[in-house]
């Protein structure tokens, strides 16, 4: 085991993001569109009918304190994944960074209730196997909507199930805890929750409600999303179009030059 994590490793640090792996360019043109819309309109009809009615239950039940403090105990729960999807990415100094905040939160925060590595100078910065995938060469491949998990691309989509079978976190759950399946999905359950209240909580009904064509709205949202987190924060600014004037500004620049102001008016 510890010969077979050694060699994933290795093939991580020494494997490098291309252009092509970053780009979400086969994503934008959506060539699966048709089914994901019926995928789409799967997962709006089931947020309509269940995620939805309970999470009004939740934010009613629980107040935001509450609410934030579960925020921050799944997030300080994630940081051991994050850290070593940073280790396979090549990327030791954000590793150790969320190995900190882990510690920092457990201790300080009381177990990740709260988020006291933010204000010490350690920010959450959330990784997945969709973005180790892409630093080993992996290109994104079409858009995809999955069932219940919503938007995603073809190569972040087959890395889904790792961010949750691969699982430090739960590795150390089930060994010291041996929680019943009952456990894991009331732990599971209460995530969602988590998350949907989270997209109330950042206007995310609100901003769909106005829009003439949902799927497309969250579709771009997605991209423009998921394409800052490929280049962590930091993607390349778009190139600048080309002056369409600039071949004829070229040519009679000459003949058009005006006089300077100070030239001799020529004789009357």
Known sequence: MRLALLSILALALSACATPQSLSLERAEQDPWEA???KIYAFNKDLDSNLIKPITGVYRTTVPQAGRTAITNGFSNYGEPQNFFNYLFQGKIKRA????????INSTLGVGGIADHATAL?????????????????????????????????????????LDFIVDPSDFVRNATLSPSIFWRGGQVGVRVINVRSRVIDLGGDGLLAGSLDEYALVRSA?????????????????????????????????????????ATPPPQ
């Open 121 to 161: 100078g350690r920010p959450r910065q959330p990784t997945d196997w969709g973005q180790t995938f892409a630093q080993w060469g992996v290109k994104s491949g079409p858009f995809v909507m999955l069932p219940f998990f919503g938007p995603s691309s073809l190569r972040d989509g087959l890395a889904t199930p």
């Open 35 to 37: 089914s994901n819309r």
């Open 222 to 262: 997605w991209l423009q999303n998921r394409r800052a987190q490929l280049y962590y924060g930091n993607p390349p600014l778009p190139p600048e179009p080309a002056d369409q004037n600039d071949e004829f500004s070229d040519e009679f620049s000459d003949e058009f030059t005006p006089a300077p102001a100070s």
């Open 96 to 103: 150790f960074q969320s190995l900190d905040r882990f510690l």
